[in-house]
């Protein structure tokens, strides 16, 4: 649990709910994490960004990348 609360999407602005949009769309919830990055809407949208960009990589195969994202979330204890 965080100490600080995440932007909900009723009170996010238009940038935060195109984002929030997107993550729901890919992951099927906005998770907390999002919620809290988006108290910095500089970094929201570079986060964004980025997770863009990391998932149109065609360096290693999709379905490789994905057993690695899984397998690093379980090292460090966070829910995938």
Do not use: N
Not at 13 to 41: D, K
Not at 52 to 73: G, Q, T, W
């Amino acid at each position: 649990m965080a100490r600080i609360k995440g932007i909900k999407r009723e009170k996010a602005g238009l940038i935060t709910r195109i984002l929030y949009w997107a993550v729901h769309r890919r992951l099927g919830r906005v998770s907390e994490m999002w919620q809290i990055t988006a108290h910095s809407p500089k970094l929201l949208l570079a986060r964004g960004i980025f997770e863009l960009l990391l998932d149109r990589s065609y360096l290693v195969e999709r379905r490789i990348r994905k057993l690695a994202e899984i397998k690093a979330s379980m090292l460090i204890g966070c829910p995938a």
